[in-house]
């Protein structure tokens, strides 16, 4: 433990408690971070696999002219890759026609159009509510939503998507977004391993218990997936019920990766992706030869990760095979090897990929975010209003509650 005795202590090392940590340190206050892994980035994070950086985590730097890591990236010597990502070209799809394929895009644009006009005095529905009665594309539709939002339409808070915001540019940076992030904390008091039990707030400081000994502070910033925070009522000395009701209305989804290698990769055009059945929600998506590396990225959403992550060790390669295979016939299944996976449900330490609201849900976001006391502050992906689900979205949280310890340590 560095020192078990700061002005601010950090819990959570991920993008919100990177920015939070440099922006403290930058304002000349003493911050400590609480990270419960032996790494940096959380949720971000890039791994070797097949001779390439690889992102287990997020990948895509969402909202990319305005997204804070662009810059910090390029500024590390990073390459941005601009590439427009697949979801944003007409792709071709095994077992579609480019129309239907446009037909299927219209369809999905529609009802996050319907998101966005829902009237703020109307009660909240669930975006499944929005959906054309009978679409062709529905099921589709419902597996988009695994991937982007991590459940099926049903759970979605329509409210809460329409006010997400999208400058509709997607980057990626080459050499790993969550090696960009991880670097952007090098340098920053950490205590590794350190998992956080008990934050009580009671006394005149602030006792936090870690799996490595008591730390002291005038202030925490919390940054912990809001799974984290809802499952343990405990958390908080004394309890904190509002937190754990905003938390609990604002589950993780369930998002996983699996990356295969492609043995005659040149045969497919990079960047490609094609869903495996485009009529079931019990699907995955596969982006073919992602930067024109041999290889894919398997995504696997919603209920069906969660289904995956429960089974066997090979379930999620025996699944993507098996999709493969009806989408590129037989000999595919020699083609495709397994490099890597990570099953973020099950990690103890995130409890899921990105948070989702539910019906009703939205201004939970706001509940999460407010400070207790003037001392306690809460950042997160889960925490922003329209950025969240994001490492983006994360890492602005991270410097608003940094500038809300700030101001409260300076009075
Ligand atoms: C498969 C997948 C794909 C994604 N794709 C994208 C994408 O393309 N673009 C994008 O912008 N975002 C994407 N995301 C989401 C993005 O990764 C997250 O929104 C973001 O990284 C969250 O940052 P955070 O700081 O809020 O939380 P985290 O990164 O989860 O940070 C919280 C930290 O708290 C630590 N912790 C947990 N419990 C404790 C404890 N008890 N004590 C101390 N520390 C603890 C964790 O280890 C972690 O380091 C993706 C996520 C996943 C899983």
Not at 15 to 43: D, P, S, T
Not at 210 to 218: I, L, S
């Amino acid at each position: 433990m560095p020192s078990g005795n700061v002005e601010v202590a950090v819990i959570g090392g991920g993008a919100a408690g990177i920015g939070a940590a440099r922006r403290l340190r930058e304002a000349g206050l003493k911050a400590l971070i609480l990270e419960a892994r032996g790494r940096l980035g959380g949720r971000a994070w890039t791994i070797q696999a097949g001779g390439f950086p690889i992102d287990l985590g997020c990948g895509w730097l969402h909202s990319a002219k305005r997204n804070p890591w662009t810059k910090i990236a390029e500024a590390q010597g990073r390459t941005i890759d601009r590439t427009p990502p697949p979801w944003a070209r007409a792709t071709s799809q095994p077992g579609l026609t480019a129309a239907e394929s446009a037909e299927m895009r219209a369809a999905l644009w529609a009802l996050h159009d319907r998101a966005d006009a829902l009237p703020d005095e109307e009660p909240d529905r669930s975006l499944a509510d929005l959906l054309e009665p009978g679409g062709r594309w529905n099921a589709l539709i419902d597996a988009i939503s695994g991937y982007y939002s991590g459940a099926e339409l049903a759970r979605i808070s329509a409210r809460d998507l329409g006010r997400y915001a999208d400058d509709g540019v997607n980057w990626r940076v080459v050499e790993g977004y969550g090696e960009a992030i991880a670097e952007h904390g090098a340098g920053l008091d950490v205590a590794f391993d350190s998992a956080v039990t008990r934050i009580d707030h009671g006394g005149r400081r602030i006792r936090i218990e870690t799996a490595r000994g008591m730390v002291e502070a005038d202030a925490a910033i919390v940054t912990l997936p809001s799974a984290l925070i809802a499952a343990d009522e405990t958390l908080f000395a004394p309890a904190l019920p509002d937190k754990t009701r905003a938390a609990a209305g604002l589950p993780l989804g369930h998002d996983d990766k699996l990356f295969l290698s492609l043995s005659g990769a040149e045969a497919f055009e990079p960047e490609a992706r094609a869903f495996g059945d485009p009529r079931r929600v019990a699907t995955a998506s596969y982006q073919l030869r992602p930067f024109g590396r041999p290889m894919i990225e398997c995504y696997f959403g919603g209920a069906l990760a969660a289904e995956l992550e429960r089974g066997s060790e090979g379930a999620f390669f025996d699944f993507a095979r098996s999709e493969l295979v009806g989408l590129y016939g037989g000999d595919f299944a020699r083609r495709v090897a397994p490099l890597a996976l990570h099953g973020w449900s099950g990690d103890p330490f995130a409890r899921g990929a990105y948070s989702y609201a539910l019906p009703g849900h939205a201004d939970d976001r706001a509940t999460l975010a407010a400070p207790v006391d003037g001392r306690v502050f809460f950042a997160g992906e889960a925490c922003s209003r329209e950025d969240f689900s994001t490492a983006h979205g994360a890492y602005l949280t991270g410097i608003a509650a940094a500038e809300q310890a700030i101001e409260a340590l300076r009075r």
